[in-house]
Nanobody, 119 residues
Framework: QVQLVESGGGLVQAGGSLRLSCTVS????????MGWYRQAPGKQRELVAT???????NYADSVKGRFTVSRDNAKNTVYLQMNSLKPEDTAVYYC?????????????WGQGTQVTVSS
């Protein structure tokens, strides 16, 4: 019974900032990589940022320099700090996490949180 719940989405003007968080709950043995994806209406879901258990981060070119992904292992939470937001950042943002149980990996997804950037 593992669940991922995102929060922090909302409406912001262009140039503003938002901080998303995603907390993993349930029976957890170990969490590997965690990440953020987004999907805009009529478009495919795309990777935004990932962070490994060793804190190595990767970003999509479209958000590099503006977004920062981080995690707090004690809280089973991953964050996405979004600065200098643009209207094209408008999307539903989903977090995911790779859970490791007996050396087997399982990927879980949250329900998403809406981010809307107005111009």
């Amino acid at each position: 019974q593992v669940q991922l719940v995102e929060s922090g989405g909302g409406l912001v003007q262009a140039g503003g900032s938002l901080r998303l968080s995603c907390t993993v709950s349930g029976s957890i043995f170990s969490i590997g990589a965690m990440g953020w994806y987004r999907q805009a209406p009529g478009k495919q879901r795309e990777l935004v940022a990932t962070i490994s258990s060793g804190l190595s981060a990767n970003y999509a070119d479209s958000v590099k320099g503006r977004f920062t992904v981080s995690r707090d292992n004690a809280k089973n939470t991953v964050y996405l700090q979004m600065n200098s937001l643009k209207p094209e950042d408008t999307a539903v943002y989903y977090c995911n996490a790779v859970l490791i149980v007996v050396k087997m990996e399982y990927t879980y997804w949250g329900q998403g949180t809406q981010v809307t950037v107005s111009s």
